[in-house]
């Protein structure tokens, strides 16, 4: 990885791990918020994101978000 590369996580336990090391927490109320931009195809926020890290990436974390949301509660 080079200088300015970001490491993007991919798989669900680096991902998680990255979320609380940037939030300090994976509350549900942080989960509902962030599947709900994630979720919304005419979000700038989620056009942005798709068409950097692409369909499948997108589909990966909103995956996990769901995951993370089943494991709390």
Excluded: H
Excluded at 37 to 50: A, G, H, I, P
Excluded at 57 to 72: M, P
Aim: charged content about 30%; some cysteine; proline content about 1%.
């Amino acid at each position: 990885m080079s200088n300015g590369e970001i490491n993007i996580p991919r798989d669900y336990n680096s991902w998680k791990q990255m979320i609380i090391q940037c939030e300090g927490s994976l509350s549900s109320d942080f989960i509902e918020k962030r599947l709900q931009v994630l979720k919304s195809s005419t979000d700038d926020y989620t056009q942005k994101f798709k068409q950097a890290y692409g369909e499948d990436y997108l589909k990966a974390v909103i995956s996990w978000f769901e995951k993370a949301k089943n494991d709390i509660g």
